[in-house]
């Protein structure tokens, strides 16, 4: 697997699995998606492929189409959270880009002409922002987008409006969780403006203790500004999270060793697994490999299970057409090898 | 462990985990129980006791009066299936004797002055009748037993009058569970007049799948008829049972493998056990091996296992005072090192 951003190998990254910023924009003198006809979504197509292409970063990367956007792919780009679920679920004529290691990917004809994203390991917002800024100031050269010097980006929906910009962590917090301090936690983010969401964005369910926390604005602040309001926030949450893994090991270490030496040996022994239950397995085995219970896995496997074991990924890693009951099967074969055979690579059993 | 037949080494005994022959019987002269008087229910211990001291049974065996019937013996008694719940919860001044094998044990003044009954592994009514004749004919010469030449031995309960026979087995059927079939074979049971119980006889729940069948009525009927009666019917359930592993094993392989080796897993793994998910683990890991998915474990093994973690032999086996959290740790280190001990021993992992 080629994704750069499952690497973990980014700061923090025992708790903080990724991060991600999105650039919202649109081409001046083409009317919002909402107003736009099927001539302006292919206008728009055409002079995005365009820019690119003039840009010449397509070498090693993929731009796909309609043509290549079938349910399948369409549904694991999902999973691979490098498209949105509106961008999954909607019928326009849509494109989207990704480059060779998945770190950048841009949708085309979303809410928005284009959006695009660098994702990349842990809690590493000035590296993303690095990278989105240089492809920002790339496109501009070639294409002009809707800009007010009052607001500053103008988006089609208002709270995009100013820096166009989303900066997000997706963190792990199974420490809060049994702990039950989730909430209070939580309540705090809210509090400060943030949103929390779950594993893959608004309107998505929390699963395995995995979450997402955003910035709900983007008016009236520079990139800068946002990013630091939320990395202040995310390392309040890594102290707390910290802090309750530490009570666990302290005060309820049988328990935990329960919880993750149940999950290591269903993973390494079930012959039918679901969607579901892998995720959460996983995100106890990961709680398990950051406490120091388990050292014959890496954090990068898990969370490249986590990715493949999902249902359109394991379709396309099997490269054959399956029923629900044949890929929970395969998706224990799958997690089964990999956790056996890092295992006894690792000299462990 | 010294119980015999717990062995697993009797006759179709991958179904049928143990049999057992009991008789019930009352000292001439002296009046039932529900009518003894503190100063009766002491002649009977002495006569009793004296009895078996004659026989010279004692050496090598135990004698259990009210100073050792302890709470905590008294429950290991009832989880070894030596004594009956009615004798565990009663105050009266009562005793038990053990034979060193525990195939044989003899309880004082429970419903009935005595009741004595032998086990066995496996299905062998022969052998059990045959060692309960013989212990029968000795007690004889020592005690005279109420007796009507027209209805046989006078019992307490009108439904152990005649023979004073109860024969049951401790019956293993998780294929006919798995396959739903179980409630259409226990009513073919109950039709012919036998009697379907949980673990632990009368009014106990079933766990793991495990059932006793028994005869209602002992009027009648002479010893080997009745014996013959739920042989019979024993014989068509294992038939059943057999049918149902084999459907399994061709048809849902891979549900089952799934079932088994989680359970085989979380056994070998887990580091906080209850007691009823100790019998519900053990009783599909019994199934795995009857079936040959498992085969680094013996029935033996497992049957030990499914009483020695119960709460008060798990305590007598650890010598040790111990709250509920506290067993079912040591009950998870038990498990864990005699299930992966005896893999190790055989070659396996």
């Known amino acids: 697997m ?19 910023i999105r650039f919202a924009r649109n081409i001046k003198g083409i009317p919002f998606e909402i107003k736009a006809t099927e001539t302006d979504q292919e206008k728009i197509l055409g002079m995005v492929s365009y820019a690119l292409e003039e840009l010449n970063v397509l070498k090693n990367s993929k731009l796909l189409g309609s043509q290549e956007l079938t349910p399948l792919i369409i549904q694991s780009l999902l999973e691979r959270h490098l498209i949105s679920p509106d961008f999954a679920a909607s019928k326009q004529k849509h494109a989207v880009f990704i480059n060779n290691d998945e770190t950048l990917s841009l949708m085309i004809n979303e809410e928005d002409h284009i959006r695009y994203q660098v994702l990349s390991s842990g809690l590493d917002f000035e590296l993303s922002l690095f990278q989105i800024n240089d492809f920002d100031e790339q496109l501009e050269r070639e294409l002009e987008f809707a800009y007010s010097t009052e607001l500053g980006f103008l988006t089609a929906c208002p709270s995009n409006v100013g820096t166009g910009m989303r900066a997000s962590v997706l963190i792990h917090l199974p420490g809060l969780v049994l702990t039950k301090e989730i909430e209070k936690v939580l309540r705090g983010i809210l ?17 395995g203790n995995f979450f997402q926390i955003s910035n709900q604005q983007s008016l009236g602040r520079s990139e800068n500004e946002i990013i630091e309001i939320i990395e202040k926030a995310v390392r309040q949450v890594i102290g707390y999270e910290k802090k309750a893994r530490e009570y666990l090991t302290q005060n309820a270490k049988i328990e935990v060793e329960d919880k993750v030496f149940r999950a290591q040996s269903i993973l390494r022994n079930a012959r039918i697994v679901t969607s579901e239950e892998a995720i959460n397995l996983l995100a106890v085995l990961r709680l398990g490999v950051t406490i120091g219970i388990i050292n014959d896995v890496s954090l990068k496997t898990i969370n490249e299970l986590l990715i493949l074991t999902k249902p359109a990924n394991l379709r ?5 057409e399956m029923e629900a009951d044949e890929r929970d099967e395969k998706r224990a074969t799958l997690l089964r090898n990999r956790l056996r055979g890092e295992a006894k690579k690792n000299g462990q059993n």
Do not use: F, H
Not at 2 to 20: A, F, M, Q, Y
Not at 191 to 207: D, H, N, P, S
Not at 316 to 320: E, L, P, R, S, T
């Open 2 to 20: 080629l994704t750069k951003w499952l690497e973990s190998s980014g700061p923090e990254s025992d708790i903080v699995v990724s991060n991600r």
């Open 191 to 207: 509090q400060i403006g943030l949103a929390v969401r779950g594993l893959y964005g608004e309107g998505t369910e929390t699963k």
């Open 316 to 320: 396309i890693y099997y490269n054959k």
